[in-house]
């Protein structure tokens, strides 16, 4: 079955890095669109970021923009997150979330990781 499994998360000050992973099986990897979510404490969930198969194109919200990059290897079935000059309004729980439908466009989404989560606080 399909599993995503969300990895890297942690207690980090203002500035500062981390790198989020998201292990997969069950599934093509290399054949969908994988998007990165996050939910931050008493808010509702906020669309980070969307690669498509290939490394063609990402995407992210204004909010990560020039801060956050996304990346895939295909050759291991993992997505990932690069999370540079962290701000404490990044604080939240970054959710692996998997395209619906396989190919190189977007038509929803369909399995969630459990989630990772990032705290920035000094």
């Known amino acids: 079955q399909v599993q995503l499994l969300e990895s890297g998360g942690g207690l980090v000050q203002p500035g500062g890095s981390l790198r989020l992973s998201c292990a997969t099986s069950g599934f093509t990897f290399s054949s969908y669109v994988m998007i990165w979510v996050r939910q931050a404490p008493g808010k509702g969930p906020e669309w980070v970021s969307i690669i498509y198969i290939a490394n063609k194109w990402t995407g992210y919200a204004d909010s990560v923009k020039g801060r956050f990059t996304v990346s895939r290897d295909d050759a291991r079935n993992t997505l990932y997150l690069q999370m540079n000059s962290l701000k404490p309004e990044d604080t939240a729980t970054y959710y692996c979330?998997?395209?619906?439908?396989?190919?190189?466009?977007?038509?929803?989404?369909?399995?969630w990781g459990k989630g990772t989560l990032v705290t920035v606080s000094s």
């Open positions: 979330v998997k395209g619906a439908v396989a190919g190189d466009h977007y038509y929803g989404i369909d399995y």
